[in-house]
């Protein structure tokens, strides 16, 4: 297979399982009741691709999973604040993946997942016309936190474990040469 096909193939792959999870994910009631609360587990398949890959790359994956989410999960609305978050976080993620040279998964996942956070009120902000809605960036921040710790942690042993894999693969075949 041509490296470029091979590529496709794998972004390919990579947006379903981001798309799965996003979609599983949306079907999970979320235990606090402060709106725009949730794991962001979909988000583990953008940090993960943004490190073994390109930004770009995961940018197409991030846009092509919210897109298609909101579409699947019939929350439509919801995706303007989705892109504004996601983006706002991919680029930060991107900064700090390139500053950090693709380490500390987990401080990256919680930057990115402030800065997530920070999208969706500014996009809250400009949709209702008013700053009071600022008043949610405390309790968001300190979820987005938490849960961007775990992401990244999660992403971090995904990212260690698909590298194990690659290597072990690469290894097999190149035994059966």
């Known amino acids: 297979m041509q490296r470029s096909a091979k590529h496709l193939v794998t972004m390919a792959l990579f947006t379903t399982i981001a798309l799965t999870i996003f979609v599983i994910e949306a079907q999970i009631p979320v235990p606090v009741p402060i709106p725009g609360v949730k794991l962001g587990l979909a988000n583990v398949i953008t940090l993960i691709v943004l490190v073994k890959y390109r930004a770009r790359d995961a940018a197409a994956v ?5 897109m298609l989410g909101s579409v699947f999960t019939g929350m439509l609305v919801g995706m303007i ?11 930060g993620m991107a ?13 990256i996942s919680m930057i990115g997942a402030v800065l997530h956070n920070v999208g969706q009120i500014l996009a809250a ?16 921040l300190v979820t987005g936190c938490i849960t961007g710790l775990f992401t990244g942690l999660v992403a971090d042993r995904t990212a260690r474990c698909l590298s194990a894999a690659t290597a072990s693969a690469k290894g097999y075949s190149q035994a059966e040469q």
């Open 95 to 107: 900064l700090l993946c390139s500053l950090l040279k693709g380490k500390h998964l987990w401080f």
């Open 125 to 140: 902000t400009i949709v209702m016309q008013t700053v009071h809605i600022f008043s949610y960036l405390p309790f968001l």
């Open 81 to 91: 604040y989705s892109l504004c978050g996601g983006l706002l976080c991919l680029v």
């Open 62 to 66: 991030l846009f092509l999973r919210i």
